[in-house]
């Protein structure tokens, strides 16, 4: 069995993930299927993310990839979570991460339209369906497309409940957010034009056939999870069984079904694991490192909160050693990091006048500090003073200067 280090592992992100300077990607679209998909939670992610592997990239790139031709589009999927997919990779998503989220918030928009004595006389799953044909009728019946506000002002019913009598304090009331997040994972509707700042979002939703001009069939469940398991395995491997399910938000047996699908290879890992290829892998033929001595030199760089591929793993000590406590929330989310040289040695904030400045966790050689400081610089010119605020800031963003 092919034994692949912490060392090969990291130097395959700079060959594979758009960061390394020397190797960044070409457009927005070749960054995104680098890294599969981008992470959409917080808006401004998806630009720095693509600022940080695109030589050049301005804001315009990014709306227009976006909002005109759409050939990346958001979509919730696993873990239920917000992400940026390439339009060829939402048919897969549909028919299985993001059914999966659907069916878990159609059950609990049911149990809290009971919760709250909305059910109709067929329960709360019929008051669920009913409430969706509203909203959806309601956006449908806009070419732009529909804000929330807008959607919530034309379907009065749908404005918050008071809880009924007896009502767990935990039930939420299924509001029109709640619906048109419901929708979303469905597929039958997309978040289109962002009315806000590139750093707040407040989307128009759009039917999503209209906004692709087309209806794309959701693909089997099967075929589906092995579509993505492979596009994670293209950018992320090898990793471990734990790394796809968490990764998927999704079982072991999907996993490992998936894995025997694509026939994937087996390697070990640093520390005794598993690790998985795919089977036409150029690891498997060609190690990055041993008699040839390594690809791939130092390189740093600077990732925003919720990066890909600081996300990209359940696993993640081979990159973040002894930091994940500093770096990470309570709840897992990534703050900002900095790196160097494979390693994740840091992060960064912005002072009050909006320059990048960089807060290192351990020692780094003069090198590397230069390295680090000519990305921040990068960043600082690309953000032209504007700040950017997150709500996942991590104990060390946090920490004093």
């Known amino acids: 069995m092919l034994h692949v280090s912490d060392r090969q592992r990291r130097d395959r992100i700079a060959l594979r993930h758009g960061i390394d300077p020397a190797r960044r990607r070409a457009d927005a679209e070749d960054a995104t299927r680098a890294v599969a998909v981008l992470h959409a939670t917080e808006p401004a992610t998806v630009h720095l993310s693509l600022q940080a592997r695109v030589d050049g990239l301005r804001r315009s790139d990014v709306e227009r990839v976006l909002h005109e031709e759409r050939t990346l589009v958001k979509q919730l999927a696993m873990r239920r979570t917000l992400f940026v997919l390439p339009r060829d990779l939402l048919p897969a998503a549909w028919g299985s991460a993001s059914a999966r989220v659907a069916g878990t918030e159609r059950a609990r928009l049911a149990k809290d339209a009971e919760a709250h004595g909305l059910a109709d006389p067929g329960g709360g799953a019929a008051w669920v369906e009913r409430a969706r044909r509203e909203v959806l009728g309601v956006v449908a019946g806009s070419v732009e497309g529909r804000q929330a506000a807008e959607v919530r002002a034309a379907v009065p019913a749908l404005a918050a409940p008071a809880p009924a009598a007896g009502a767990p304090s935990s039930s939420v009331p299924p509001t029109v957010s709640r619906l048109l997040t419901l929708l979303g994972a469905e ?114 760089a600077l990732l925003p909160v919720l990066d890909p591929t600081v996300m990209g793993w359940k696993e993640r000590a081979f990159y973040l050693g002894p930091h994940r406590d500093a770096l990470f929330d309570r709840n897992g989310n990534a703050g900002t990091t900095a790196w160097w040289d494979g390693r994740v040695v840091g992060c960064w904030v912005q002072d009050e006048a909006g320059r990048v400045l960089v807060r290192l966790l351990e020692e780094v050689p003069a090198a590397g500090r230069a390295a680090l400081e000519t990305e921040a610089d990068r960043l600082s010119d690309w953000l032209a003073g504007e700040r950017v605020g997150t709500v996942y800031p991590s104990p060390a963003m946090r920490a004093p200067a």
């Open 187 to 300: 597929a039958e509707v997309v978040r289109g034009v962002n009315t806000g700042h590139w750093r707040v979002s407040r989307p128009r939703w759009a039917p999503m056939a209209a906004w692709l001009g087309e209806e794309p069939r959701p693909w089997s469940a099967s075929d589906g999870w092995a579509e993505l398991v492979r596009r994670w395995l293209g950018a992320f491997g090898p990793g471990t069984e734990a790394d796809l399910v968490w990764w998927l938000g999704s079982t072991k047996g999907i996993v490992r079904a998936s894995l025997a699908r694509l026939e994937a290879v087996e390697v070990a890992l640093d520390g005794g694991a598993t690790g998985w290829l795919l089977p036409d892998d150029d690891l498997l033929d060609h190690p990055l490192d041993g008699a040839r001595g390594r690809e791939v030199g130092p390189w740093a």
